[in-house]
């Protein structure tokens, strides 16, 4: 998109594995400083890519050893890029997560949008759904014990809000209206 390209930033951090990290500068509008600088905790530059050159193996005593076969790890931050090409600062504040939130609001009665259990509800069900339909049932531990967490935490979330009935189940449909398309698995698996 024009004008995107202007506004990213690089940085290098030297460690043990270079990394290589790209941000995003929200303009001198927005309160915050280049990375690495004690003004960095503002929202003016985020991260949005990050490339991980994996080049050693550290062995118990500490000691590095070159890797047979060295690679490149990468990850980008999807909902960012998202923020970024929508024109906002938040990954809260991209439609997707607007829909899933106001989808919360509904099932929790409340009429704070901006009420950050609302956030974390949106967020839950995305996650809790996709782990179930990899498979991942509640249970006590590995996978099963992060699922079971993340439900127990959503549904917290729901009774700060005053919410003491069954709700979380019934984004799901609303998880499917805004990614079914691009997941066909979890339109599929929604009765799960």
Same mark, same amino acid.
């Given at each position: 998109?024009?004008?995107?390209r202007? /506004?990213l930033?690089?940085?290098v @951090?030297t460690c043990?594995l270079p990394? &290589?990290?790209?941000?995003?500068?929200h303009g001198?509008? +927005?309160?915050?400083g280049p990375?690495?600088?004690?003004?960095?905790?503002?929202?003016?530059?985020?991260?949005?890519? *990050?490339?991980v050159?994996?080049q050693f *193996?550290r062995d118990?005593a500490?000691?590095?050893?070159?890797?047979p076969?060295?690679s490149?790890d990468?990850?980008?931050?999807l909902?960012?890029i998202a923020?970024?090409? @929508?024109?906002v600062h &938040? *990954?809260?504040e991209?439609? =997707?997560? @607007? %829909?899933?939130?106001?989808?919360?609001?509904?099932?929790?009665a409340?009429r704070?949008?901006?009420?950050? &259990?609302? /956030?974390?509800i949106?967020?839950?069900?995305r996650a809790? &759904?996709f782990? +179930?339909?990899?498979?991942?049932?509640?249970g *006590?531990?590995g996978?099963?014990?992060v =699922?079971?967490?993340i439900? $127990?935490?959503?549904? $917290?979330?729901?009774? #700060?809000?005053? @919410? !003491?009935k069954t709700?979380f189940? !019934? =984004?799901?449909?609303?998880?499917v209206k805004?990614m079914g398309v691009?997941y066909?698995?979890?339109? #599929?698996?929604? %009765?799960?």
């Amino acid at each position: 998109e024009d004008g995107i390209r202007d /506004k990213l930033v690089t940085g290098v @951090q030297t460690c043990a594995l270079p990394i &290589s990290e790209i941000f995003y500068d929200h303009g001198p509008e +927005i309160p915050g400083g280049p990375p690495g600088t004690p003004e960095a905790d503002g929202d003016r530059y985020i991260e949005i890519w *990050n490339l991980v050159f994996m080049q050693f *193996n550290r062995d118990d005593a500490g000691k590095l050893h070159p890797l047979p076969k060295p690679s490149v790890d990468t990850g980008m931050g999807l909902e960012r890029i998202a923020a970024v090409l @929508q024109g906002v600062h &938040s *990954n809260y504040e991209i439609d =997707l997560f @607007q %829909d899933l939130i106001k989808a919360a609001a509904r099932e929790t009665a409340c009429r704070d949008l901006h009420n950050n &259990s609302l /956030k974390v509800i949106a967020d839950h069900i995305r996650a809790c &759904s996709f782990l +179930i339909v990899d498979g991942v049932i509640p249970g *006590n531990e590995g996978r099963g014990y992060v =699922l079971r967490r993340i439900v $127990r935490r959503a549904i $917290r979330h729901g009774y #700060k809000l005053g @919410q !003491k009935k069954t709700f979380f189940h !019934k =984004l799901v449909p609303d998880l499917v209206k805004a990614m079914g398309v691009a997941y066909p698995e979890l339109a #599929k698996a929604a %009765d799960r």
